[in-house]
């Protein structure tokens, strides 16, 4: 079965921390993708990263960098110096080809927040 | 270029009435999907569309019928609602799926509440 576990339901930081958020797939394909989406107060989803299976180089985007690990199937995300701008849900998401559509597959979500 | 677009953004119902939810994008997308989010449970998928005038059933598609006449339109409909229907409704489209290597956008939600 497919399935992403995000344990962290809640995280609370003051400003400037570092902040690391954990997701854990599973999966029997050898062919996937991981997402990252964050979803501010405002309640739109916004796409943040998409890794493939291949490539498990370190992604870094300013003070957002992901850590992508199939040794111990985990995608972990981490915001460095933190913002209060970076308060809202993070969700992980695995997608694979299941019945011939791209399915996405989310965790519960890992709320954030940063405290001025 | 708009994106993924929802209307309305609120409704409020009574058991029983019917309403009909409406995504659009304007990306060109083949695919779209509607999902439902609830508390500590992440996104499922209730339906989606492989493109104009065919859809499937997701993961929860119990009590929601959908169609897609227009490739830019996506509708979700509730026959019946019931108080297990309020949820936050989200539409999504990716240009293709055949491998699982394109990337969903989602609209701005929409918040259903039934009373």
């Known amino acids: 079965a497919q399935k992403v576990t995000q344990a962290q339901t809640e995280i609370s930081v003051v400003e400037k921390e570092d902040v690391t958020l954990d997701c854990v797939y599973e999966?029997?394909?050898?062919?996937?993708?991981l997402f990252w989406y964050k979803q501010p107060p405002s309640g739109e989803l916004v796409f943040l990263i998409r890794?493939?299976?291949?490539?498990?180089q370190n992604e870094i985007s300013g003070r957002y960098s992901w850590n992508f690990q199939k040794s111990t199937s985990s995608f972990n995300f981490t915001i460095t110096a933190s913002q209060v701008v970076d308060s809202a849900v993070y969700f992980c998401?695995?997608?694979?080809?299941?019945?011939?559509?791209?399915?996405?597959?989310f965790g519960a979500g890992t709320r954030l927040a940063v405290h001025p | 270029n708009a994106g993924v677009t929802q209307t309305p953004k609120f409704r409020v119902l009574k058991t029983g009435q019917s309403m009909t939810l409406l995504c659009a994008q304007d990306m060109n997308h083949e695919y779209m999907y509607w999902y439902r989010q609830d508390p500590g449970m992440g996104l499922r998928l209730i339906h989606y569309?492989?493109?104009?005038?065919?859809?499937a059933k997701g993961e929860v598609p119990d009590g929601y019928n959908v169609s897609r006449l227009k490739k830019q339109n996506f509708l979700l409909g509730l026959e019946s609602a019931a108080p297990s229907q309020t949820s936050v409704y989200f539409c999504a489209s990716s240009l293709i799926a055949r491998t699982s290597t394109d990337t969903q956008y989602f609209g701005p939600g929409t918040r259903l509440t039934v009373l």
């Open positions: 999966t029997r394909d050898t062919t996937y993708y």
């Open positions: 998401a695995l997608s694979a080809i299941s019945g011939g559509y791209n399915k996405l597959i």
């Open positions: 890794r493939n299976s291949f490539d498990e």
């Open positions: 569309s492989v493109g104009e005038g065919t859809t």
